[in-house]
């Protein structure tokens, strides 16, 4: 049964009694649409989404049109509909444009078998981890992909090949957004160890030892590039002779970036310049610095190389061959809006509220993943990590809008290296931890 072209027939139904109006591209948002809807589990659902997503009035629908659809809508392929209407929404808009005419004889041309969804086209999951991580949703989960549909954004998915060589979009969760929270939680718990503030606008450490910290570091090589690049743009694009400048405060004409260019010299030194390596420098940073060791981190001009590797998580579905619900089922869309409270607008006043629309996994829904460790791995630093994860899970929230209550998750890992070793050498070495931050450059506007 073709059930393609009965669901297409209601999508140009639907565009043609859209009331909503002043969109400037309407296929472009009508594509968007399209896209939202296609997350529904059910081609019923997601047809009754749309129209009421456009605000169709569809009352005057021929009546032979949407039989053939309810007769098809729980067809066999009616998620490969689904399916296919989520992967080309622009080519689902254009055909609901077109006339009478060419939509008939282009529909034959599209052969929905191609994209078919059978039992067996799963992923065999077979994943092991050292440190096996389950996370249960207590709350949606936000995790913004790439790209966003107007108003809303995509959940982050990637494209697997199945055992039978079916091409599926399937959601995760990626392995660098863990880590990167591990990453911004163990520095915080760096500096409040040491009894430094954790502050991020005005930080009590370098520039370049913020960045090693919190984001994984910035190449030496590449940051003085950017800053040459930066010199020459503004030199050229200077239009007032030389005579005609004001001279600038000697304040100004300093380098007001020389402290952490005097840091990052430092650890250059210390971790060796121009091709150079000095392994003894590396040792020590490991040795000092464990929480930034088993993560990893670029400094000076040299890359630090983390301990651990941090698989994605991925949700208990059919599709990945970690659960018995299909994908379609465990997806949701959430609707934001800020409001706008000010009472005194006038008639030409712009309206200052917001409306969003966030595609998320759906409470209820566990991700699996992991993190395996290397076998280089010292015990302080495999501490490190523990202290880590125990503050994640105490933490509690992982992906975007954590603020306005997504994300909320009871996690739990197996094998959770024990975190008291790397607090007891934090404040057992306190003292000697800061004479080292203070040799290689890592504290700001400290003497060395």
């Known amino acids: 049964m073709n059930t393609l072209k009965p669901a297409l027939d209601m999508i140009r139904a639907i565009r043609k009694s859209v009331t909503i109006t002043g969109k400037g591209n309407f296929d472009d948002f009508f594509a968007g649409r399209i896209t939202h809807a296609a997350s529904c589990s059910t081609l019923m659902d997601m047809i009754e989404f749309l129209s009421k997503s456009v605000g169709a009035s569809i009352e005057y629908t021929k ?81 913004g992909g ?45 500096l409040l160890s040491l009894g430094l503030p954790a502050c991020r606008d005005v930080p009590a450490i370098s520039l370049w030892f913020f960045h090693a910290l919190y984001a994984g570091g910035v190449l030496e090589e590449k940051a003085k590039q950017s800053k040459t690049i930066a010199k020459a743009e503004k030199k050229s694009t200077e239009s007032v002779s030389e005579s005609d ?74 599709e990945w061959g970690t659960g018995n619900i299909p994908v379609a089922q465990i997806m949701d869309w959430e609707f934001l809006t800020r409001r706008d409270d000010y009472e005194g607008r006038g008639i030409e006043d712009a309206h200052a509220g917001m409306i969003a629309n966030t595609e998320v996994i759906k409470t209820g829904v566990s991700l699996v993943g992991g993190i395996d460790v290397d076998n280089h791995a010292s015990d302080l630093e495999k501490s490190a990590l523990g202290a880590g994860l125990s503050m994640l899970k105490q933490r509690g929230f992982i992906g975007a809008g954590n603020r306005r209550g997504f994300g909320k998750a009871k996690i739990h890992i197996d094998n959770l290296p024990d975190p008291a070793p790397y607090q007891e050498f934090l404040s057992e070495k306190k003292e000697e931890i800061l004479g080292y931050m203070k040799e290689i450059g890592a504290l700001a506007n400290a003497p060395r």
């Open 63 to 143: 009546s032979s049109c949407v039989a053939e659809f309810i007769q098809c809508a729980e067809a066999p392929n009616a998620q490969a509909v689904i399916l296919w209407l989520r992967e080309h929404p622009k080519i689902a808009a254009m055909l609901a444009r077109m006339k009478d005419e060419e939509y008939e004889s282009t529909i034959p041309m599209i052969s929905i078998e191609e994209i078919g969804v059978s039992d067996d086209s799963t992923i065999s999951s077979g994943l092991t981890f050292d440190l096996p991580i389950t996370m249960e949703l207590l709350s949606p989960l936000a995790h």
């Open 146 to 190: 790439d790209t966003k549909s107007g108003n809303a954004t995509l959940f982050r998915r990637c494209q697997v090949i199945t055992s039978t060589g079916k091409i599926m979009s399937l959601p995760f969760y990626a392995g660098n957004a863990l880590r990167g929270i591990l990453r911004d939680l163990l520095a915080d718990h760096l």
């Open 245 to 318: 400048q004001e001279p600038e405060p000697a304040e100004a004409q300093e380098d007001n970036s020389s402290s952490s260019q005097e840091g990052q010299e430092s650890i250059e030194k210390e971790l060796g310049k121009r091709g150079a390596l000095q392994t003894d420098g590396f040792r020590r940073l490991r040795n000092m610095l464990p929480g930034i060791s088993i993560l990893g981190t670029a400094a000076g001009n040299k890359i630090i190389c983390g301990r651990i590797y941090v698989g994605d998580l991925r949700p208990q579905c059919q």
